[in-house]
């Protein structure tokens, strides 16, 4: 179902791969589709490094477009075996023959079984082709075959949805079913792979699902790989759900792998533990202690999602004196990635806001005209609330503050946008709607219960409360506060 890369067939010598070339010349219009489809694959065993003279080859062009003529002639078997051959003579994803393949392999998928199909979806992820057809013949397939689907099968689904990004709405709930049923035949790896797939598909099962998949790997925790420990992280921080056992395992594991974890791994585990709000010292502090000497190969991205986690659960500088440092001069190494990247100068230094830091070259250079301009305009994010909360959060901490600063007309636009976004989202999300009507629901009215939202560093959207006070009429008069943490996230 799956085509491992790392084991090439057998190499064919270059010699004979030019022998093979000159029978197509010889043979020309008179070949079968046995024949096409053999010289491919023949020719696809060639040492890797001699690939791209085949494809140069007018030959093999001439070759392609055989196989092209004998498309519809080839069995299945055949047509896969070209396309395997592809793989391995590292075909262009561009190519105009790839298409050509795709379309024909969408004719047949009524054909395939669902091993068939999932084999064929692998191949366009190794040839790096979006085949968006195509994987709408595989997806159509699966409810044909929810009775039959094997562990691997689905475990191969899921890999294959993770690897596209997008998991179609209408197969969620057969997915779900499908985990549930295969769930006691899981292997630690498994689980990892299935937590990878549904956190990069960006795939929400039910909260009961999630957590019985985090109850498997729990089971096996001790036997998982640091890259499963990883995943499944990962999909708990998608989810926002907060997993007891797991989380106190991890008290015990991280801090036992930090030493030998790469700095991906390590800023995921700490992201995680920031969107779920959980703040457990034994595993921040083991984290803090390997990351230093990690920044040199950190991305910028990394750096500055370090910073976010551990600014935003509280992780004081003290606590860990090089961690905050040697972070910070890693964004100073690598401020050329934030022309392309705006938004991750913007996380870490909203990060080292909560724990009362400002390194003032990094932040005159975030709110900078030429960089705020870079900010607005970047079409995939908007990054108008970041640049904001960065201006407040400068006016409040940093009274004698002589550098660059928002403009009033962009400070203007964004707390009026701010203010619409609190009145559509966040006063509407439904554990707060629920709580008001409860509370006035028990008190016996509306005029009892006060809804108030705050934000700090001059309107921080992400670390925003909502506070419910309750009035009491007796004679002495009280009032009681009680805070609902909202994330714009959930």
Known sequence: MSLNLTQRPLETPFDKSLALLQRVTALKGSMKPSDVSSIIWELSCVDQNTTSLVRSDQRFAMLLRYSVENLQLYSLCQLLGVLQAFVWLDMPSAHSVLA?????????????????????ADLWRCLRKPVPQFLKSLYASVPLYVGQISTPELVQLLYILGEVRHCPTDLIQPIEQLLMHHLHELQPEEVSAVCLGLFKSQTSLSDGAVMNIVDKAHSFVENMSDFGLVNVMKYLRFSYLYHKGWLEAMEKEVPKRAHRMGIQGLMHVS?????????????????????????PHCRSKDSCKLLWSFGTLGFLPVK???LYPSLTEGLRQRKAEFDRYPQHLLTGLLGLAFVSTFPEDLVALALSPEFVNLA???????LKRDLYTLDGAVELELPDWTGPRLSPQLKEEVSDMMWKFVESDLCQKQEVVEAEVCLKDLLGGEEFVRLTIYYASGGVILNSSIDVT??????????????FFVSPNK
């Open 320 to 322: 860990s004196p090089s």
């Open 100 to 120: 050509l393949y795709e379309s024909e392999l969408c004719h047949r998928a009524g054909q395939m079984t669902l091993q068939q199909l999932l084999f064929a």
């Open 271 to 295: 992201l995680a533990c920031s969107a779920i709000h959980y703040r457990n010292d034994n595993i921040l502090l083991s984290i803090a202690e390997r990351v230093p000497s990690l920044v």
């Open 470 to 483: 309750l009035h009491f009429n007796d004679p002495e008069g009280c009032s009681l506060e009680r805070e």
């Open 376 to 382: 607005l305009k970047t079409t995939t994010l908007d």
